[in-house]
C-alpha cells in the first residue's frame, strides 16, 4: 500500500521558517521523482519543487532562494526547507510521486502527473 505522509507544517510569521516532511513507503522511492506540490485556495496547484532519483532539483521561480528541497534516500524521506516564508506561500502543501518519466522540468510544470499523492499539510504566514 502506497503512504506518502506530510508533516510540519504550521503558522508562522512573514520572514520565519518552516521544514516539511514526507515519510513515503509501498513504492520504490529511489526510483521515483517527488515534488511538493501546493494549493492556496480558489488558485491552480503548483509544483514548487522537484528532485529526481540522481538529486537534481527545479524550483518554481517564485521560491528560488528561499526554498530547499532535499531527500533521504535510506529512510524514503522528502524534506522541504522553506525559509523568509511570505504571506503567498500559504497554502496546503502535498508531497507528490511520479514513478515514470519526469525528465528535466517535466514534473515541475505538470504536477497533475504524479502517480501518488499525500494527503497534505497546511501552511499559513502571516504578514
Known amino acids: 500500500q502506497v503512504q506518502l505522509v506530510e508533516s510540519g507544517g504550521g503558522s508562522v510569521q512573514a520572514g520565519g521558517s518552516l521544514t516539511l516532511s514526507c515519510a513515503a513507503s509501498g513504492f520504490s522511492y529511489a526510483r521515483s521523482c517527488m515534488a511538493w506540490v501546493r494549493q492556496a485556495p480558489g488558485k491552480a496547484r503548483e509544483a514548487v519543487a522537484t528532485i529526481n532519483k540522481v538529486a537534481m532539483r527545479w524550483y518554481l521561480d517564485s521560491t528560488k532562494g528561499r526554498f530547499t528541497i532535499s531527500q533521504d534516500n535510506a529512510k524514503s524521506t522528502l524534506y522541504l526547507q522553506m525559509d523568509n516564508l511570505k504571506p503567498e506561500d500559504t497554502a496546503m502543501y502535498y508531497c507528490?510521486?511520479?514513478?515514470?518519466?519526469?525528465?528535466?522540468?517535466?514534473?515541475?510544470?505538470?504536477?497533475?502527473?504524479?502517480?501518488?499523492w499525500g494527503r497534505g499539510t497546511q501552511v499559513t504566514v502571516s504578514s
Open positions: 507528490a510521486a511520479r514513478t515514470t518519466f519526469c525528465g528535466g522540468t517535466y514534473f515541475l510544470t505538470n504536477p497533475d502527473k504524479a502517480n501518488y
